[in-house]
């Protein structure tokens, strides 16, 4: 996908570029109120200095940005390792559009930007914006369009620019749809998952997307889970508090991520000797081995939608039942020590 374009008729050519060799978004965060985040992953074996790019929101189907739109990033990403960029809404006292990120989000994060919504709007994405990795420096004043920073290449594009997708009612009239998981994915058919949800790179994907897509598949590339969700006992039901259920940030991925670009990584179904089988699974169970560390497993459907939940009481292997539809699988394991892998598994 990195190659020569003209970008809807305004945005300059690129040169070709290798898979492992630029960095790509990660991870998507559009969660509840302010809680939104971009996780960026560096496949290469150099560091990278995040103060060369910016990140830009094409808004409500625009198909032009300006610097008011945009934010030059600052920070270093490791060698195959990842940057968690956060909207910076850290003020605890702050309220309505001030509301400040969870706790949950803002450990997570290694920058924070756009405090200012007046003076950037970059990090403040509802479901239905565009979002482009660039690299370049940012010139001129907030009027001047993102395509003539210095040095202007675009790295990654999440959703479609130009495009504003519609709810689940069809409308787009009020700029509250997202894309979603039925075809042609901006008609509001089926399930929101550019909207209270966080999206996941797949690990076989190698390189950002630099030409504006036809259509915008969220799940063609990424994998779904909810961006908030409900705390449950060991018996798998919700706990309710004074206010109702208890609802955590499930923002335990964002901090790591599982890229074939990684020499160093083991396979997708074994981390920390946790291991999948079988996958694929013909009948919907699969069995996880050398659990002895493991709390709890949450079975997630592509959609992001809950299916299942189970705790282990100590045993080394745990059977895991999915749901009934067939195709792709979130567990999401969590270990006695508070640390969380999410596992991908397949029903055919």
């Given at each position: 996908?990195k190659k ?12 070709y ?8 978004i ?5 969660g ?23 990140v ?39 309220t ?36 482009l ?20 290449q ?41 909207s209270?949800?966080?999206l ?21 590339e ?12 060991q018996?798998g ?26 020499p160093?990584?083991v ?5 920390d ?47 895991v ?12 394991i ?15």
């Amino acid at each position: 996908m990195k190659k020569a374009l003209l970008f809807l008729g305004m945005l300059s050519s690129v040169a070709y570029a290798q898979d492992c060799s630029k960095i790509f978004i990660s991870e998507y965060v559009e969660g509840w109120s302010n809680n939104k985040a971009l996780e960026i992953y560096n496949p290469t074996n150099q560091s990278v200095n995040l103060g060369e790019y910016f990140v830009a929101r094409y808004s409500n189907g625009s198909s032009s940005a300006t610097n008011a739109n945009a934010v030059q990033l600052s920070g270093t990403i490791p060698a195959h390792g990842v940057f968690v960029a956060v909207l910076d809404k850290r003020n605890p006292l702050g309220t309505g559009q001030e509301a400040p990120i969870w706790d949950s989000l803002e450990v997570r994060g290694d920058g924070f930007f756009s405090p200012v919504y007046n003076t950037s709007n970059s990090f403040y994405w509802n479901g239905n914006d565009a979002v482009l990795l660039a690299k370049g420096t940012l010139t001129g004043g907030s009027t001047s369009s993102v395509t003539t920073a210095t040095g202007f290449q675009i790295i990654d594009v999440f959703g479609k620019i130009g495009e504003n997708p519609a709810n689940s009612t069809g409308s787009s009239a009020n700029n509250d749809g997202a894309w979603s998981s039925g075809a042609p994915h901006n008609t509001g058919i089926g399930v929101q998952l550019t909207s209270d949800h966080s999206l996941i790179r797949k690990p076989a994907i190698k390189k950002g997307v630099v030409t504006n897509p036809t259509f915008f598949n969220p799940l063609g590339e990424w994998d779904s889970i909810p961006a908030v969700t409900y705390v449950m006992d060991q018996n798998g039901d919700t706990i309710e508090g004074a206010n109702g259920p208890i609802l955590f940030g499930n923002w335990f991925s964002l901090g790591t991520h599982n890229c074939e670009c990684n020499p160093l990584a083991v396979g997708e179904n074994q981390i920390d000797e946790v291991s999948l089988y079988p996958n694929p699974s013909n009948d919907g169970i699969v069995y996880v081995k050398n659990t002895q560390g493991v709390k709890e497993i949450n079975v997630i459907n592509a959609l992001g939608q809950h299916v299942n939940h189970f705790s282990n009481n100590a045993s080394p292997i745990m059977s895991v039942r999915l749901g009934s539809d067939k195709g792709v699988y979130l567990l999401q394991i969590t270990q006695t020590n508070g640390a969380v892998l999410t596992k991908r598994v397949i029903l055919q």
